[in-house]
């Protein structure tokens, strides 16, 4: 269980709209998943999930695949940074042949 499962008060947020704007704007970097790489992915099983843990703006979600929601995540790094496995690599804004990833739903 994930502290965002239990029933407990927290202070996370869901991301939204705020007076800033979509955050993801500001970004000059985007988070790029190698889901051979990716163990949840790899095994096709919960696991890991460790950028879900550190992200935060809590845009990353813990499903399998994962997926990051561009909108919101500012290119902080941190995921890359945490990930256990190397599976995340943070690519240029302006690089054209950057894959999307992690689109809002
Ligand atoms: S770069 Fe990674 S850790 Fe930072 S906001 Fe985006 S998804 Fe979250
Ligand atoms: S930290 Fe890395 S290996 Fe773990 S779920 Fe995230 S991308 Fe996959």
């Known amino acids: 269980m994930g502290t965002r499962d239990c029933n407990h008060t927290s202070a996370m947020a869901t991301p939204s709209v705020g007076e800033a704007g979509r955050t993801g704007d500001w970004r000059t ?29 809590a845009v990353i979600k813990r499903t399998i695949p994962i997926a990051i929601d561009l909108d919101y995540c500012k290119g902080c790094g941190i995921c890359a940074e945490e990930c256990v496995s190397g599976a995340i690599t943070m690519v240029p ?13």
């Open 29 to 57: 970097q985007r988070p790029v998943v190698d889901n051979s790489k990716c163990i949840p992915a790899k095994n096709n099983s919960p696991g890991c999930f460790s950028c879900w843990m550190y992200c935060p703006e």
């Open 93 to 105: 804004e302006t690089d054209p042949g950057a894959p999307k990833l992690g689109v809002r739903s």
